[in-house]
């Protein structure tokens, strides 16, 4: 649905006549029809201007950029504008109009495409009851709430039927709560449209909830790019370390330390007690998860595998899950999980394998809170709501 081959953008810094700013450097990008794709990426990475030369508010230097099979870099001014009905954006800050009513803000993305005002009173009661805001047509946007002012961009968005929506930070404004009924409401516009979603974000849980594939960007790059599930697989994923934090020690003495990652139905595998039981061994985990993403089912944990592990690493690769050795930065210096572990503190010496003061591991270190010593607190999960 959006396919992008070799974009570049560069601004020229004010006043520094020989400066230049490479905010787009060479990026290719394929979003499929009815996918929600996430740019994940630093301020200052090049996102917004990634996303504003998509819909050709920013012209790119060089690349080509095709939305629904149309080249848009080809198009002249008229045919531009016609093509832009079929894209639609929500932005951060919502920029709607203050002087107009709700109604008057979805009718206003109309009224510049030429629809007549019957037909647009009908569209407008349309649109503001796809995105929950019946009953709320008169108010003005300084009598809603940040949700609400945001469900008014997004159904002004929609006005004109968009194939493809494009969002800038939409939620980084709202509370958490807001922000799920808001991720909530694209996901749901995402199946029942077909919408195709291409969104920036910093935020972890918007990728979490709703996207399906995900780049990160860089300086003006991807550093990586594809479906969600699978760069959960790739060693080195900055995404996997984004959406799975295992803050927890990268070395045990006498132990191998790895990280395992599991996606689809394999995350709902007992494979942790599976391969205890079946090599007779002790696993433990250092930190891990195992969630429900906009993705499936995927699971990463960081574990401690007695001596070298390698039968224990055999096996579970056999079952289908990634095996790799925990990036040494991802130790953050310092932190006090892993403090406690370096080599020659007093506590370290108390870890060796199959000693019996391993089960005071978890004492004073968060990372393993979750199995601190002797009586470890059970509970009924709650119903989700
Ligand atoms: N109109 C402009 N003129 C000059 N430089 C610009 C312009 N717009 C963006 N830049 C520069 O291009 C680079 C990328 O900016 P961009 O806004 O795309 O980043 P971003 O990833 O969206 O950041 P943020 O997360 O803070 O919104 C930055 O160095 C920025 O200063
Ligand atoms: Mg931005």
């Not at 349309?126 to 008014?152: I, T």
């Not at 404004?173 to 920036?200: K, M």
């Not at 195992?290 to 079952?319: F, N, Q």
């Amino acid at each position: 649905m959006i396919e992008i081959k070799g974009l570049r953008k560069t601004y020229r810094a004010k006043g520094r006549r020989d400066r230049e700013v490479v905010a787009v450097d060479g990026v290719d990008l394929t979003v499929g029809e009815g996918d929600v794709f996430g740019v994940l990426g630093r301020s200052g990475a090049g996102k917004s201007t990634l996303l504003r030369c998509v819909n050709m508010l920013e012209r790119p230097d060089e690349g080509s950029v095709s939305v629904g099979g149309v080249e848009l870099t080809a198009l002249n001014r008229r045919r531009l504008r016609l093509a832009r009905h079929g894209i639609g954006m929500i932005h951060q800050h919502f920029a709607l109009l203050s002087s107009r009513t709700v109604a008057g803000n979805v009718a206003f993305a109309l009224e510049v495409t030429g629809v007549s005002r019957a037909e647009r009173r009908t569209r407008v009661a349309e649109l503001l009851e796809l995105v929950g805001l019946d009953g709320r047509a008169d108010a003005y946007p300084s009598q809603l709430s940040g949700g609400q002012k945001q469900r008014v961009g997004i159904a002004r968005a929609l006005a004109a039927r968009p194939k493809v929506l494009l969002s800038d930070e939409a939620t980084s404004a709202l509370d958490p709560e807001t922000t799920d009924s808001i991720l909530r409401l694209l996901l749901d516009l995402n199946r029942r449209l077909g919408l195709t979603v291409l969104l920036i974000t910093h935020e972890m849980t918007v990728v979490k909830r709703i996207c399906r594939s995900a780049a990160v960007m860089r300086d003006g790059r991807f550093v990586e790019s594809g479906a969600v599930a699978d760069l959960l697989h790739q060693p080195g994923s900055e995404l996997a370390r984004d959406l799975f934090p295992l803050d927890a020690p990268v070395s045990v003495p006498g132990q191998t330390v790895v990280d395992v990652t599991v996606g689809g139905e394999d995350a709902d595998v007992p494979l942790l007690s599976e391969v205890s039981r079946r090599l007779d061994i002790d696993v433990q985990v250092l930190a891990g998860s195992v969630e429900t993403l906009a993705a499936g089912r995927a699971g990463r944990w960081r574990l401690a595998l007695p001596g070298d592990g390698a039968a224990a690493i055999h096996y579970l690769r056999s079952r289908g899950a990634s095996v790799s050795t925990p990036p040494v930065d991802s130790l953050s210096a310092g932190s006090p999980a892993a403090g406690s572990f370096s080599a020659g503190s007093p506590a370290a010496g108390s870890f060796s394998a199959g000693s019996p003061a391993a089960g005071s591991f978890s004492a004073g270190s968060p990372a393993a809170g979750s199995f601190s010593a002797g009586s470890p607190a059970v509970s009924t999960p709650e119903e989700p709501s």
